[in-house]
């Protein structure tokens, strides 16, 4: 069984940089497609970023430039760097692993992000 805990959220000045993790256990995460979604209330989850097996990138609109997906494969980590963080940035950030040949979807429970002066 995997297990997706994401750390690192907080509450940081609009303009202040953030990294969120997100530590995975079980034995297939070299295998999978990962990503970073967040939900801020009143709206649905949107994808904010994500990484597939072979390292590709892919980042919503609203964040390219300012935030960076990467993964450490030997660590079974997932990272977000967050820089010049707008108060639209707020919201509970989630950690999604997807192995889409066994059709197996994760979740992690979310790291709330406040970004308010």
């Known amino acids: 069984q995997v297990q997706l805990v994401e750390s690192g959220g907080g509450l940081v000045q609009p303009g202040g940089s953030l990294r969120l993790s997100c530590a995975a256990s079980g034995s297939i995460f070299s295998l999978s497609a990962m990503g970073w979604y967040r939900q801020a209330p009143g709206n649905q989850r949107e994808l904010v970023a994500a990484?597939?097996?072979?390292?590709?990138?892919n980042y919503a609109d609203s964040v390219k430039g300012r935030f960076t997906i990467s993964r450490d494969n030997a660590e079974k980590t997932l990272y977000l760097q967050m820089n010049s963080l707008k108060p639209e940035d707020t919201a509970v950030y989630y950690c999604n692993m997807k192995v889409v040949a066994a059709r197996l979807d994760y979740w992690g429970q979310g790291t709330q992000v406040t970004v308010s002066s």
């Open positions: 990484i597939t097996n072979s390292g590709r990138t």
